[in-house]
């Protein structure tokens, strides 16, 4: 998914703006240098959850089963409001680069800009709803094996292991 919505951000914002642009400080487009600190920020971002994951996975020792089932559903739905608040923000910082970017632009009409952006929020859009579904089926997907009580905790964790390999 991170792939696709890289893919047609790319596309678009070199179709909109010239390439030859660069910036006088080292040499890169803005361009460039607006992806790259986004990656930088998404990267950071990763690497705060995984910490944050880590020392969940810490606080739960000690705990019923129980107990640790409804603190990682609270800190997993927790930590999707903190995901869709960081990418509405990167998306956010986006939109705004581009207005400023097209603004700029003589090469397009004020119907292709309009256009250009409309694409570019609906993708996002898309982008979210489909991210929303792909949560809502692994969520599912965990409360029915972790309560099936046919399968052994051994059975349970090659199931997940098995269906987050497909994801």
């Known amino acids: 998914m991170k ?11 070199l179709l909109a703006f010239p390439v030859g642009l660069r910036a006088a400080d080292d040499g890169k487009s803005p361009l460039k ?9 998404a990267a950071a971002f990763r690497q705060q959850e995984i910490t944050e994951n880590r020392a969940f996975r810490e606080t739960l020792k000690g705990k019923s089963k129980q107990e640790k089932i409804e603190a990682l559903k609270q800190f997993r739905s927790q930590q999707k409001q903190e995901r869709k608040a960081f990418l509405q923000n990167q998306h956010d910082r986006l939109m705004a680069f581009l207005r400023e970017r097209l603004a700029g632009s003589t090469n397009l009409t ?33 409360e029915k094996t972790i309560n099936d009580t046919g399968l ?3 059975q349970k964790k090659a199931a997940i292991r098995d269906f987050l390999k497909e994801k």
């Open 3 to 13: 792939t696709k919505i890289v893919a047609v951000l790319l596309t678009g914002i």
């Open 33 to 41: 240098q607006f992806i790259e600190t986004q990656r930088q920020q």
């Open 110 to 142: 004020e119907q292709q800009k309009a256009d250009l952006l409309a694409f570019f929020e609906t993708q996002y859009q898309e982008n979210m709803a489909f991210y929303d579904q792909q949560c809502e089926e692994t969520l599912e997907f965990f």
């Open 152 to 154: 052994t905790a051994e």
